[in-house]
């Protein structure tokens, strides 16, 4: 055994990695928004992203990449539109809450390709949880943030979708590296605006750096070593850890604070989540 096989954490502990840096990426990326706006974060991460694929794996416009084009480019819609919606929700809402909100894409999705009555308690469970999230009790949430979280649940069910069309069509990271240029130009228009003359300050540029590097770069290189060796649904029942684990960001980072009413709304649709994963019927395809 090499030195860099004594130092790789087990798969268990690369996933746990990788949902502390995701939310720990998006909770920093969140005070950025005063300088930068939601909009111009989100640019900025998507395009840094993009450029470290390339300058790491340095895919090639080949005639594969341009046959499965279209494929590419609803991919990188759906990525660029799911980071967009979900970064202008913790604009309005806290980040423990709008992620649970976002949960919902995936959990849906699950649910929706299961024929077992076992699913439908899952549903429940998700739907009391996003019910106590709501206004109605007293609980004050901006309803545009719960709606642009829910609207990023939905493009995080397409993002999945087309994530598997395109890993089909050019299997490794180069669909990605392409979906994130496709993302960072359709959000560049937006972004720019957004952020006007901050973009050209170095040190904010530097801090996009670091919030592309902790919320897409390092998550997605620890899932993938993961995946190697952890069974699909293991990897999706500890991912139902990210609601809580975002609360968590919250607090610390932004000093977001949850009533006990949205802490036992996050825990429900994180029960959800790990029961759809925990119980699911065969291994669907990486």
């Not at 500890?238 to 609360?247: D, G, I, K, T």
């Not at 607090?251 to 825990?267: D, K, N, Y």
Request: charged fraction near 10%.
């Amino acid at each position: 055994m090499n030195l860099a096989e004594r130092i790789t954490p087990p798969p268990t502990g690369l996933v746990l990695l990788s949902i502390a840096s995701t939310q720990i990426g998006s909770a920093f990326a969140k005070t950025l928004f005063p300088q930068v706006g939601a909009a111009g974060m989100v640019f900025l991460r998507v395009g840094f992203a993009a450029l470290i694929l390339f300058a790491l794996w340095r895919p090639r416009w080949s005639a594969e990449v341009r046959r499965h084009f279209k494929t590419i480019l609803g991919f990188g819609l759906a990525l660029s539109l799911m980071n967009f919606a979900f970064y202008e929700a913790i604009d309005r809402i806290p980040l423990g809450i709008a992620v649970t909100l976002e949960f919902i894409g995936p959990l849906g999705l699950a649910v929706l390709k299961s024929q077992r009555w076992l699913d439908l308690l899952w549903v429940g469970l998700a739907g009391v949880g996003i019910l106590m999230l709501t206004p109605v009790g007293g609980l004050a949430l901006d309803p545009w943030g719960v709606a642009l979280a829910l609207l990023a649940a939905c493009f995080w069910a397409a993002y999945i979708l087309m994530s598997a069309k395109t890993g089909q069509a050019l299997p490794g990271i180069e669909g990605l590296a392409w979906a994130m240029l496709v993302g960072s130009v359709v959000l560049a228009p937006i972004g720019i605006t957004s952020a006007g003359s901050a973009l050209l300050q170095p040190p904010l540029l530097l801090m996009g750096l670091g919030v592309a590097l902790l919320s897409s770069v390092v998550p997605y290189s620890f899932e993938l070593m993961a995946l190697r060796s952890l069974p699909v649904n293991v990897f999706g029942v500890l991912l139902s850890l990210e609601p809580m684990a975002a609360a968590i960001a919250g607090l610390f980072v932004l000093g977001e604070t949850l009533t006990l009413r949205s802490l036992l709304a996050v825990m429900l649709v994180s029960l959800a989540a790990a029961g759809a994963s925990r119980f699911r019927v065969g291994t669907p395809p990486p």
